[in-house]
């Protein structure tokens, strides 16, 4: 077949109709794809007012969802793509079938992840928000996933951890959470009048919304290096130990010095001899 035999117009003409799909199958994507996440989100905020879900759990669930649209989403597009383009999409799925089988030996991480992702979320283990533990690792999550699970540090620190590694996890957001105070006073000072002093202050907190027993003060923690140590400790809502026991240092520091109640400080002793 000669130059003169082929057929431009032809040509021109389906190369027309491929792009005018490509464009149509991404003007689709681009509309679908939010269109879809706007759905779920309002489909889960929905059923988790219905069901009185926790925010962190509708928050949880409504990801897990987005994500899996995503891949959903993703995968029509490109199988729709390929047959746009004329290439045949049934082989490539056979295929795909059979390196999946080959793939999925040397996949036992990704399994791995999979399965342990699962029981976490159908456990209710963790969800988005939470102050947890994991691996050495605090933080609030804010992922949860099959695959991994996303956390923050609180030094700004976004932690990728794969569920297979989770062999544990401390959860610091189930229930009421304690606000710990340790205040260190001088052996000098009368150990009754600064548990009073600490007391009055400890008064002073109980009408806080934050704070649902206490605080008080317990007694005697320990007997330091240089100083005598007062525990308070009081039980506030999820989050809310961390601000309560600042406030507490503050107030009780101030009234300590009101009271001229030493509180000990590291000191150094230098001894310079005469020659």
């Known amino acids: 077949m000669g130059f003169q035999d082929i057929d431009f117009e032809a040509i021109l003409h389906s190369s027309l109709i491929i792009a005018g799909k490509l464009i149509v199958l991404l003007i689709a994507f681009l509309i679908i794809s939010p269109l879809g996440k706007k759905v779920l989100k309002k489909v889960i905020q929905r ?88 691996s050495g690792l605090d933080g609030v999550v804010e992922e949860v996933g099959l695959r991994s699970t996303i956390m923050r540090g609180f030094d700004g620190t976004l932690h990728y951890i794969p569920n297979r ?31 009073a002093v600490i007391q009055n202050v400890c008064n002073q907190f109980q009408g806080d919304s934050r704070i649902k027993d206490g605080p008080n003060v317990i007694g005697v923690q320990s007997l330091g290096a240089s100083e005598v140590v007062i525990r308070v400790i009081a ?33 150094q002793i230098m001894i310079q001899k005469q020659g």
């Open 47 to 134: 059923i988790g007012t219905k069901q009185k879900l926790s925010e962190g759990r509708k928050k949880t669930l409504e990801k897990l969802l987005v994500n899996i649209y995503t891949y959903i989403v993703m995968f029509i597009f490109f199988i729709t793509f390929l047959d746009i383009i004329g290439i045949p999409v049934g082989p490539i799925l056979a295929g795909a079938g059979i390196v999946g089988l080959a793939v999925s030996f040397g996949a036992q991480g990704l399994v791995s992840d999979v399965v342990t992702g699962f029981f976490i979320l159908i456990e209710r283990q963790i969800d988005v928000d939470d102050y947890i533990t994991i």
């Open 165 to 195: 590694n989770i062999s544990n996890i401390s959860n610091h957001s189930r229930g009421n959470m304690r606000a710990l105070v340790d205040i260190g006073i001088a052996y000098d000072e009368n150990i009754d009048e600064a548990t």
């Open 235 to 267: 039980q506030t809502e999820n989050g809310e130990q961390f601000g309560v026991e600042r406030e507490l240092r503050k107030a009780i520091k101030e009234a300590l010095e009101q009271a001229n109640i030493e509180i000990p400080y590291p000191t």
